[in-house]
């Protein structure tokens, strides 16, 4: 069970808070450099969970109290709440909070668990390239001009250790490894070189697909309902400076680690993102505005290089096709465990993983 702070410790903090806002000084420092967090949700408390504050190590948590009892709650006050949220970060990360608990990532669900908005994109060009038939073309090919982009189930997200039921097999289950980035409200056309302030949080998800639908509603042209389930979430959003210097031009330059019942399946780097997560929201808020807590995926992780694998089962059976005529990478049966994971430059774990098993829902 992860204790709630101490008063006297968010006593402190606020009094720091309210001293700094007489002067000014800390509105113009949230705006937010130098804010650095990782936050959970737990899973009591009501469908958007209970927000923590998590150590850098993942190791332990605290709750971040009424100051921000969920993480929608902060998002909506982000520029009040997040220095709170900093000096809690701070106080964990330096032993000071004597009630911080071991952090549970079993005991949590989606950072958001419900969302206003899920828009996924598709980042690399290369992923579109090779499902499309051109795995093996020897010419480099011409980006797109603009990302794709879906409107996704944003109502339902489940956690990273949470099991993915769905009722067949012959849907032909996919999984999808990506980053998607939170964010505060963004108006209505928006440049892309004035987006990357509105960037609160990153994450690390799951994208679960459903390839058998996917022609269908394809031809159909009016977007994705059956072919995309569930989707799930790492445990630990992260603000962009925890990155370090793996976050840059609003790209994460970082390897996507995905294994397949323990054996490695692919480890896509970041760097090839061609639409960054800036021109993403720039795409997506060309003629509407976009809310706090809305989420903006970067579609799956895809590299050119081979050796770097895929993150999801659809490119590598296309890439088989291109050298064999015939796919034999099969998609996902019941029982088999996904682990989706990012580590930094000295090998830890940023967000905590994904691993999670696809059973059969029961009863259908």
């Known amino acids: 069970m992860v204790a709630s702070p101490e008063p006297q410790a968010l006593q402190s903090v606020r009094a720091m808070i309210n001293d700094r806002l007489s002067d000014g000084r800390l509105r113009q420092s949230s705006t937010l450099s130098g804010i650095r967090m990782k936050l959970a949700s737990l899973k009591a408390g009501g469908r958007d969970g ?16 009424a100051a921000a009892p969920t993480l929608q709650s902060a998002l909506d006050r982000w520029s009040d709440v997040a220095p709170v949220l900093d000096s809690l970060y701070r106080q964990i990360n330096e032993g000071q909070l004597k009630n911080a608990a ?5 005991a949590c669900t989606a950072p958001l668990p419900r969302a206003y908005q899920w828009l996924d994109g598709s980042g690399f060009p290369n992923h579109m390239r090779v499902i499309n038939g051109a795995g093996n073309a020897s010419a480099p090919v011409a980006p797109p001009a603009f990302p794709l982009m879906y409107q996704g189930a944003s109502d339902d997200f489940i956690g990273a250790h949470d099991p993915v039921h769905l009722p067949a097999e012959s849907d032909e289950i996919d999984f999808e490894g990506e980053a998607a980035v939170v964010l505060d409200d963004v108006p209505m056309g928006v440049p892309a070189q004035d987006a990357l302030k509105h960037i609160k949080l990153v994450m690390l998800l799951n994208d679960i697909s459903l390839r058998a639908y996917a022609p269908r509603e394809s031809a159909g042209g009016f977007g994705f309902i059956n072919a995309k389930g569930v989707t799930s979430f790492a445990p630990v959003a992260v603000t962009p400076d925890e990155l370090g210097k793996a976050w840059r031009d609003g790209r994460i330059e970082l390897p996507m680690r995905v294994s397949r019942n323990g054996e490695w399946f692919g480890h896509p780097g970041g760097e090839a993102m061609h639409f960054t997560f800036p021109m993403l929201i720039e795409h997506a808020a060309r003629r509407r505005n976009l809310r706090a807590g809305t989420i903006v995926g970067s579609g799956t992780f895809s590299n050119s290089q081979r050796d770097a694998g895929s993150a999801t089962i659809i490119e590598r059976r296309a890439l088989e096709i291109a050298d064999a005529g015939t796919p034999h990478t099969r998609y996902l049966q019941f029982g088999e465990t996904i682990r989706i994971e990012m580590l930094d430059s000295g090998g830890r774990s940023i967000f905590g993983p994904i691993e999670q098993k ?3 829902s029961e009863g259908l």
Request: hydrophobic letters at 60%; charged letters at 20%; aromatic letters at 4%.
């Open 102 to 106: 071991a952090f549970d990532a079993h």
């Open 358 to 360: 696809v059973l059969k």
């Open 50 to 65: 209970t927000l923590l504050v998590v150590s850098r190590d993942l190791q332990r948590a605290v709750v971040a109290g």
